[in-house]
């Protein structure tokens, strides 16, 4: 259940509050995108006192948490607005 929190859940969770707090595509995509590996690490560190997993094993499965934190907040996002180009006249 541990490992379902840390590598889906809370990407999410990083993801949809990356977007609430910055509401800018830029910014929230960066802070997304640094704080999901990050947060993984802490939580497989404190979950995991026997050092079973170690910074590689972080490393290879960054891809699918960075993946599900800027999902989610280009979720919340939603679509842009279309633009309607007038026409001259």
Known sequence: MR??????VLP???GIA???L???????TLAATLAAPSVMYLCLHVFD???TWNW???LLVSPLVIALALASMLFCFGRPPKRRRGHPG
């Open 3 to 8: 490992a379902f929190v840390v590598l889906f």
């Open 12 to 14: 999410v969770l990083i």
């Open 18 to 20: 990356s977007e609430r």
């Open 22 to 28: 910055f509401r800018d595509t830029t910014r929230s």
């Open 49 to 51: 006192p026997t050092v």
């Open 56 to 58: 590689l094993a972080t």
